[in-house]
């Protein structure tokens, strides 16, 4: 009875792990083509953020017309995520880089990044 409770406690906190992320998330894909952007720019909005950026952070991304803009709002971006804005490191943005580096190098199979896997997901979202 107790394992049972266990893996009954394991699978609710998963259910609200990945509940918790926003049903709109990853409803876009930008080609570089479409846009015009640079590589740069669409691997930052493809895969660095894919996870975590609104559909409307996205819309908004992609309307802006000069490279100086979308620099701005990338410092925006992790600015308005930052938990201590009174410290010089973005702690939200270290733990995400550190986050998709720790899944790409435990769950890279068949050319495929681990954070793009399920176990991937997984391991990201539960930390």
């Known amino acids: 009875m107790p394992l049972m409770l266990i893996s009954l406690g394991i699978a609710t ?9 926003q049903p709109d998330q ?5 080609s570089p ?3 015009e952007l640079s590589q740069h720019y669409t691997k930052w909005l493809n895969e660095d953020v894919a996870d975590i950026i ?5 819309q908004a991304f992609t ?6 803009d979308r ?4 410092e925006s971006f992790w600015r308005n995520r930052d938990p201590k804005p009174e410290t010089d490191k973005n702690e ?3 733990e995400h880089y550190q986050r998709i580096a720790n899944a790409n190098l ?3 199979f068949n050319g495929v990044a681990g954070w793009q896997t399920d176990r991937g997901a997984i391991l990201y979202n539960l930390w």
């Not at 990853?26 to 930008?30: D, R």
């Not at 609104?54 to 996205?58: K, R």
């Open 71 to 74: 620099e701005q709002f990338i």
């Open 26 to 30: 990853k409803s876009f894909h930008i």
């Open 33 to 35: 083509s479409q846009l």
């Open 13 to 21: 906190i998963l259910c609200i792990s990945v509940d918790s992320k």
């Open 54 to 58: 609104t559909t409307e952070e996205a």
């Open 106 to 108: 435990q769950f890279t």
């Open 92 to 94: 939200y943005r270290e």
């Open 63 to 68: 309307q802006l017309q000069s490279d100086d």
